[in-house]
């Protein structure tokens, strides 16, 4: 499972205090984005090979990116920063891209996988990058949360690696 | 030497006070009112004398402000609050604010710092509201925090923070219908929709909303129908103490409630349709 990243979330003005509120607004929305249409990308990819032997990987990978979608969530209430409003695309997009790769049989998924979380973990990178040379100290938490979630989209890259190579 | 900057709006004041230091010449070039405080400044042989109390003075002086001084921003707002109480007579225009300039000792000249049709003494008066209505809201969460207070359901909570948001209009009431169609001037809409939208965020937010998905949108946008539908209905009320205001804005926040519930049918109608065809297409490619 992803590792515990506890949130001490003391109030949504003490988070709002002092930061730069643009960059952070942009960073949590984008992120939050990405991580509900990566779980509708899972989502998909369950729909058509829930039931095959890659189900449950599948379905460990998915459940790691539910729990970043909760953080992000708490996050957005925290920070006050608005929803992006393509949400409802990408929940068709998504599921429509995860279940695409997935009609293509196992491998055709495990390419998507390894494709989207080549370029999650990209983002992740840059976005430590930026939050670095903004002020490491004041957003420690923040990038606490961010290397953690970039190791994670990292382990299911080469996890599709494997199933890629093997099957 | 003590240099002085004019805001941007007036160049002319400014090559004419810096003239003014080098040939140390009395007269103002634009007649105005010897009261004028911030363009008689004296030449640097008289840094001693001129009026006591705090003078305005501009940020951007190179270091020579000391801690006394206040910057132009906190200036205007100072103007344009004088200003409001002369709204009622004048309405909202460069009459209301020459005669607040006059209040604080200051030159009717100063209203010229602002824009002539009186939206910024608008927006300011708005942006005033809007902080007073999250004060009230902040206190309100707080008393509910320590315990002292009850959480009021929703539906209570969004009608009594829009009726007093609208409530402030009161004493303005006369002249608000003249400041709306003010604000809806297509180059003053950027700003009084911003505040019109962090306004009914805040609402929200202290109202308990945590939505992170396409709700946020839809929320805010129903409240601000809520929100302008009233304040034009107010507009046109003439019960006493607005009774009529209010009980329209009971029966549209109870709509809002309900059109909440109907949104949540049509979802789920629409997961179960979906899921069919999932399971169809699965079906199908087995």
């Known amino acids: 499972p992803a590792g515990g990243v506890s949130l001490r979330l003391c109030g949504t003005r003490a988070a709002s205090e002092g930061v730069n509120k643009p960059v952070i607004d942009r960073i949590i929305r984008v992120d939050h984005a990405g991580e509900y249409g990566a779980n509708r990308i899972y989502a998909g990819q369950m729909a058509v090979l829930g039931r095959s032997s890659v189900g449950p990987i599948i379905q460990q990978m998915w459940n790691h990116e539910k729990e970043h979608l909760a953080t992000f969530s708490e996050l957005m209430v925290a920070y006050r920063v608005r929803p992006t409003a393509l949400l409802p695309l990408w929940n068709v997009a998504g599921f429509v ?3 695409g790769s997935a009609f293509l049989g196992k491998k055709g998924a495990m390419a998507c996988t390894v494709a989207v979380e080549e370029s999650i973990s990209d983002h992740y990178n840059s976005q430590i990058r930026t939050l670095m040379e ?8 923040l990038l606490q949360i961010i290397k953690q979630f970039r190791d994670d989209e ?3 890259h080469d996890i599709g690696i494997e199933h890629d190579a093997e099957a | 030497v003590r240099c002085q900057l004019s805001p941007p709006q007036r160049p002319l004041q400014a090559s004419a006070a ?3 230091v080098s040939d140390e010449k009395k007269k103002e070039p634009l007649g105005s009112s010897p009261q004028q405080q911030f363009d008689s400044h004296p030449a640097d042989h008289q840094p001693e004398q001129g009026p006591q109390g705090p003078r305005p003075s501009y940020t951007g002086q190179g270091g020579q402000e000391s801690e006394d001084y206040e910057s132009e921003e906190q200036l205007q707002h100072r103007i344009l609050t004088a200003a409001l109480e002369f709204v009622p007579e004048h309405g909202w225009s460069a009459e209301a604010i020459a005669e607040g300039a006059k209040t604080l000792g200051l030159s009717v000249a100063a209203a010229g710092m602002f824009h002539s049709d009186g939206s910024d003494l608008i927006l300011h008066f708005v942006s005033q509201c809007n902080t007073k209505l999250s004060e009230l809201l902040e206190q309100e969460q707080k008393l509910v925090q320590l315990g002292e ?3 009021k359901p929703t539906d209570q909570f969004l009608r009594d923070a829009v009726e007093v948001r609208l409530r402030m209009l009161i004493p303005y009431i006369e002249k608000w219908p003249q400041a709306l169609s003010i604000l809806l001037l297509p180059h003053n809409i950027p700003s009084s929709l911003n505040l ?5 965020d805040d609402i929200w937010h202290y109202a308990g909303d945590q939505s992170t998905d396409f709700n946020w949108y839809t929320r805010r946008a129903v409240l601000t129908g809520i929100y302008n539908t009233t304040e034009l209905v107010m507009m046109q009320d003439s019960s006493p103490d607005f009774e009529e205001t209010w009980r329209f804005l009971e029966n549209r926040v109870a709509d809002a409630m309900n059109m909440g519930n109907t949104a949540n049918q049509v979802q789920s109608t629409g997961e179960a349709v979906v899921q069919g065809l999932m399971g169809a297409a699965v079906t199908v490619s087995n």
């Open chain 2, 196 to 200: 019109l939208t962090s306004m009914i």
């Open chain 1, 97 to 99: 891209l995860g279940a």
């Open chain 2, 149 to 151: 207070a009850e959480k």
């Open chain 1, 154 to 156: 990292r382990e299911h």
């Open chain 2, 18 to 20: 810096l003239r003014r």
């Open chain 1, 134 to 141: 903004e002020d490491p100290e004041k957003y420690k938490e």
